[in-house]
């Protein structure tokens, strides 16, 4: 299979990737020009269907120049400024009062961030001193869960339970262990071999995304919070990936009948058109910072609460609203469930995940693993196909723009059984040696 070059092809690129094998990406990067709904197109004059909403973030898709122009207005009259001490913006207070509203939490407050990873720094320092706050210190050690993605910033990374991000960076912050991903059993005893009273913290995505698109079991999360609530433990949702429509509510938490103590967010509530995050604190959080003089949150960005930022926040969630994209992707997320269910007579293919929000996931059967098909070979095959895709874990994942329609989700799923059918005939000596063959696949 070819790999789309940019027309810059053979020039060694001065940008270092994200989450890239710079070795082979230097001379071979796809460069991305424009953007129309669930559509993008490179330099090269290839469209692609954006299965990923890039990084499950442009849930009101590309191209929405009523965000554009709102920032441009926002910027020529005052791009930012500091939101230290009680300097404010107009776009930062009404963008706060909204999200505190649309959230589940009584007596919400929110701070700002730039981003995803940063809100679980935030969340998890907030955690920690919270309790200093309330006259508890001992409380300290943070939770996670196995398949957990909580962004690459020190706390989150540590927090996090996809093994690959957390090797490699020597020791990380320490007070921290992850449990499995779907057993209360596993979580309640783990509480106990550290001792509820230095337990701060327990942060658990609504979905699992990036770990491999893993919905919860019937009352899992439900248990989550009531053994936090039983022992006095925080209760931290991320909901970087959660919110703003993705699981058909504001909040994923939502969905599930959720109050966390704690939620972080970001992706979604701009739809990545600029760089926003933030937590958002349960009245009982906050309330020793806002009501005893002295007790500071020493923590903050240079660029938390971004006049420019919020802006785009605010006009996001009027498009959603106004076209009704949460409940359409409750509507959605069966029709892209099932596109993938068809994928299950792939030869290729050993199980699939979804239906609980716009987001799905397939993953490779053990017979194309021991044949040396990794997840890469589908994104590539895919992408040959004008289909974007994520590889993850041990398959690959979509999460289309919420704005995405039926006929384009059945088009997704066309164009990945043609990259698997690709993939299949091009790897078919090593499958047939697993006494794999292509039947299941015609």
Known sequence: MTTTASSDAGAETRLWHPFADMAVVKQREVVLTRGEGVWLWDDQGRRYLDGTASLWLANVGHGRREIADAVHAQMVELEAYSAFGDFASRPAIELARRIAELAPQEGARVFFTTGGGEAIDTAAKLARRYWVAVGRPERVHLIGRTGGYHGTNGYGTSIGGIEPNRASFGPLVPAVSQVEHDSLEALEAEIHRVGPERVAAVFAEPVIGAGGVHPPAEGYLEGVQALCEEHGILFVAD???????????????????????????????????????????????????????????????????????????LVNIDIIEREGLLARSRELEEPL???????????????VRGGVGLLAAADLAPEAVAAGITPADVFAAAR???????????????????????????????????????????????????????????
């Open 337 to 351: 469930h099932d596109a993938f269910r068809q994928l299950l007579d792939h030869p290729l293919i050993g199980a």
């Open 239 to 313: 909901e970087v990936i959660c919110g703003f429509g993705r699981l058909g509510h504001w909040f994923g938490s939502q969905r599930f009948g959720l109050a966390p103590d704690l939620m972080t967010f970001a992706k979604g509530v701009t739809s990545g058109y600029m760089p926003l995050g933030g937590v958002v604190a349960s009245g009982r959080v906050a309330e020793p910072f806002w009501s005893q003089p002295g007790t500071t949150l020493r923590h903050g960005a240079t660029y938390s609460a971004h006049a420019s930022c919020c802006v785009a926040g």
């Open 384 to 442: 040959e196909r004008g289909v974007l895709v994520r590889a993850l874990g041990a398959g690959v994942a979509v999460s289309p723009p919420l704005v995405i329609t039926r006929e384009e989700i059945e088009l997704l799923g066309r164009s990945l059984r043609a990259a698997l059918d690709d993939v299949l005939e091009a790897r078919g000596d090593a499958l047939a040696a697993q006494g794999v063959d292509g039947a299941k696949a015609a």
